[in-house]
């Protein structure tokens, strides 16, 4: 079983200011992680991936992420918020099991945190 | 860029009516999901499909539901007698093999139950 904990529902930063955004996972089996970011209305668009490669993962807008493995974490940072960083992100997590042996490969989201970003 | 697309945006049902949400996956793509998030929670794993059937599906994926690929293009949820609880936005993803790792979402359709 596997589940995701993000802690803090809501976080605000101000404009320029360190983003970071918790996600703690817990699994049974070595995971692939992931975030998510979801503006308002849209659908969920993939941040960054964690794949069992490098532990420190650089996505798209300047997201980058790093794997700790002693402390199950997936934390999400990025040096400089800026206005358009303000959406709702998922931390998620799926098993590595083999599609040919039944694993499915399906997310399991956190409940997400909200960032505001003030100007 | 190909993407995911699912229609309709937004679909209104008086309890008890029969919805079809449709989603046509990127087309090469071979892997198909359905997730759910009600209004403030969490986003649901709701069911997987391959190979034109069912590969694995959560307690939330009752006798009320079901999927098909009823063509080579389009991938559908169907709720047979929707409650109240069912509004929610669903959300349609697909992978395209077995050694990707990354799903592809739709835009999402809004159901509300009245």
């Known amino acids: 079983a596997q589940s995701v904990t993000q802690l803090g529902s809501h976080v605000s930063v101000s404009e320029g200011a360190l983003v970071l955004l918790r996600c703690n996972y817990s699994s049974s089996v070595p995971p692939y992680l992931f975030w998510y970011v979801q503006y308002p209305n849209q659908g969920l668009q993939l941040l960054l991936k964690?794949?069992?490669?490098?532990?420190l993962v650089k996505g798209i807008n300047g997201f980058e992420a790093e794997f700790k493995k002693s402390e199950t974490s997936f934390h999400l940072t990025k040096p400089s918020a800026h206005m358009s960083d303000a959406a709702e992100y998922f931390c998620?997590?799926?098993?590595?099991?083999?599609?040919?042996?039944?694993?499915?490969?399906?997310?399991?989201f956190g409940s997400g945190t909200q960032l505001t970003v003030l100007p | 860029e190909p993407e995911v697309t699912q229609t309709p945006s937004h679909q209104v049902t008086q309890m008890g009516q029969e919805v079809i949400l449709r989603c046509v996956p990127i087309s090469n793509h071979l892997y198909f999901y359905w997730y759910r998030q009600i209004l403030g929670q969490k986003v649901e794993f709701l069911v997987s499909f391959y190979n034109n059937e069912i590969s694995e599906k959560s307690e939330i994926f009752d006798d009320q539901f079901s999927v098909e690929r009823p063509d080579g293009s389009n991938f559908t949820l169907k709720i047979r007698s929707t409650k109240l609880e069912d509004s929610a936005m669903y959300f349609c993803?697909?992978?395209?093999?077995?050694?990707?790792?990354?799903?592809?979402f739709g835009p999402g359709t809004r159901l509300t139950v009245l």
């Open positions: 964690y794949t069992s490669a490098a532990t």
């Open positions: 998620a997590v799926s098993d590595q099991g083999l599609i040919s042996s039944g694993s499915a490969r399906q997310l399991t």
């Open positions: 993803a697909s992978m395209r093999g077995p050694r990707s790792h990354e799903q592809f």
